[in-house]
């Protein structure tokens, strides 16, 4: 069986290139070593291949069912779960003093890659609980983290995030779920949620809902948003779980793939509820986990792609079919299919997506880090990094990253499609990414029409300048790459100010789809000349294999941006003008 993940990547990716052990000359890391990093990526490993890779399958063919009263589940998800907490990263990159490991936030991106790899829908159970606990643990009040995270944090109780509604989806500005005051400093919410991700289960003793609901006077839009604390079940001041908190199911949703993680329409009848921080601030507060989230959906893009990728390269170097175009003799044997130049293109360019994406969200891990503990320079430019990343973290993977997959179930041809191979689960699973967390349009929206003009393009300028510095890092073997990410650089620049030149945002917006897509695919590039210059002059396959790839994103894929660029230019507005009765 091939392995699900790459140990040599990671760390190569983790030490050679973003040189995780400097971390531990900071205090919040001083207890920590390379040692204990790498300890901690090896129980992941271990975990994940013993523990949540032997039930991926059994977790798509029977998925979870409602009978009513209670929703069924396969055991071995409550085990791998119980597994997980264990290791105690469920408080991996938090505080100490909350019971944390304090590792790096790139570390335990790292190791939490190992469990999306490995199965996909049991990993978004803790990955909603820590962006959850995470949340709480920065705007809740001390008596709700003791009440509410600590548990949570044990593995006792798991989080959700419940934010859709059935009539308003990605629209939050029309979210209608209300609370009320109940005059002891609780709430009491009403209203309906869809598409909760882990809304409703028996995997733990309760399940905290954070809800998006509108207090009585609230201002419309999304200003009159706050945000509560709505457990499952009454916990009371001495952690007890009692009875159930008007929070009922009314049915689950049935998805092509992450079968195994519940995905539920939740009805809230005059259930207590605890708000977070200040009224109207709800959305605010929500973004912290939205943006974690939207880490952890490009992250689990990335894992899905790279075990379907490591599928395809092992399929491909034992199949064995056809004859290379020079060969003429029908009695000669065949050859594995790897020796085809069309199956080599496909498994190239996949290397090249699902490394440059896991470089991509690692660095972006790495840039928590430098926000929470660099000085105030470093850390306020990393901030400002990240926020213009983030739309590119969450949408470059969940597209590139599913090609794939589609490359995966092509190099296999016939056996791809059935079901005797899991590269077609891989698929199905990774296709729910480009939706999750805000559509991929979504996110051309947030890149293009906030995060590069904020604060008069400081984001874009920041972004803009450190790629440039990562090209005059470049050795003089990779002079040519250089001068084409640099040339890249330039052209976002000039693109970006003719498309907001006459401050129309109709006319500004009407392509933010074609951004995203040229400004990830630049980024990309980016990250595959900061790893060709780690690799530089190193001996062996493995950095052989490092320069190849960064030879064929800068030959093959970045000439892509060449044309989205070209249509950005141009001013055309097709998609904004035509009359939907044509289509």
Request: hydrophobic share 45%; net charge negative; aromatic share 8%.
């Amino acid at each position: 069986m091939p392995s699900i993940l790459s140990p040599r990547d990671l760390e190569f990716l983790l030490h050679e290139w973003l040189d995780v052990a400097a971390l531990t000359t900071r205090p919040r890391f001083a207890e920590h070593s390379r040692e204990t990093f790498d300890a901690f990526l090896e129980v992941s490993a271990r975990i994940a291949e013993r523990e949540f890779a032997p039930h991926n399958r059994r977790n798509d063919l029977e998925e979870p069912t409602f009978d009513g009263e209670r929703v069924h589940i396969i055991p071995e998800v409550a085990a791998a779960l119980a597994a997980f907490a264990d290791t105690g990263l469920l408080a991996g990159s938090m505080d100490a003093e909350a019971g944390g490991l304090q590792l790096p936030h790139v570390v335990a991106r790292a190791c939490f890659a190992w469990f999306q790899a490995a199965n996909i829908a049991t990993s978004a159970y803790p990955l909603l609980t820590m962006a959850n606990a995470n949340l709480l643990l920065t705007h809740a009040a001390p008596e709700h983290v003791a009440r509410f995270v600590t548990p949570m944090l044990e593995g006792r109780f798991s989080g959700t995030m419940c934010l859709s509604e059935p009539q308003a989806g990605s629209s939050l500005s029309d979210v209608t779920t209300r609370a009320t005051p109940a005059g002891d400093g609780s709430y009491r919410v009403t209203g309906g949620k869809m598409w909760i991700s882990g809304g409703d289960h028996e995997l733990s003793e309760t399940i905290v809902h954070l809800v998006l609901a509108r207090v009585a006077g609230a201002p419309a839009g999304v200003k009159g948003l706050s945000l509560f604390i709505v457990p499952k079940h009454l916990v009371g001041d001495d952690g007890r779980v009692g009875e159930r908190n008007g929070v009922e199911l009314a049915g689950l949703n049935h998805k092509m793939g992450f079968r195994g993680t519940t995905n539920a329409v939740l009805s809230f009848t005059d259930s207590t509820a605890y708000l977070v921080g200040e009224e109207g601030r709800g959305l605010a507060y929500m973004f912290q986990m939205m943006n974690e989230a939207r880490i952890g959906v490009g992250a689990g893009a990335v894992a899905l792609g790279y075990t379907g990728y490591l599928h395809a390269l092992a399929y491909a170097r034992e199949r064995l079919q056809g004859r290379p175009v020079s060969g003429k003799d029908p009695a000669a044997p065949p050859v594995p299919i790897v020796r085809h130049p069309d199956v080599r293109r496909m498994l190239l360019a996949s290397k090249t997506y699902v490394e440059g994406g896991l470089a991509l969200v690692l660095y972006a891990a790495r840039l928590v880090d430098e926000q929470e503990t660099g000085d105030a320079a470093a850390a306020a430019e990393a901030a400002l990094l990240l926020d213009v990343l983030t739309p590119i973290v969450k949408a470059w993977p969940s597209q590139w990253c599913l090609l794939a997959n589609d490359h995966a179930i092509q190099v296999h041809g016939g056996y791809g499609y059935t079901r005797e191979y899991p590269v077609e689960q891989f698929y199905r699973d990774n296709r729910l990414n480009p939706i999750h967390e805000g559509t991929d349009g979504i996110q051309g929206l947030d890149l293009l029409g906030r995060k590069v003009v904020m604060r008069d393009g400081a984001g874009l300028k920041l972004l803009v300048r450190t790629m440039r510095e990562a090209a005059g890092r470049a050795p003089a073997e990779l002079a040519g790459y250089a001068e084409l990410l640099t040339a890249g650089c330039e052209r976002l620049v000039e693109v970006t100010g003719k498309l907001w030149s006459d401050g129309d945002p109709e006319r500004a917006l009407a392509n933010s789809t074609a951004y995203l897509n040229a400004a990830g695919h630049l980024v990309i590039a980016w990250m595959w000349m900061e790893q060709a210059t780690a690799a530089a002059d190193r001996p062996g396959a493995f950095y052989d294999g490092k320069r190849l790839a960064a030879r064929y994103f800068f030959t093959h894929e970045l000439p892509r941006t060449t044309a989205w660029f070209e249509l950005l230019e141009s001013g055309d507005t097709l998609l904004a003008d035509l009359d939907d009765e044509c289509l």
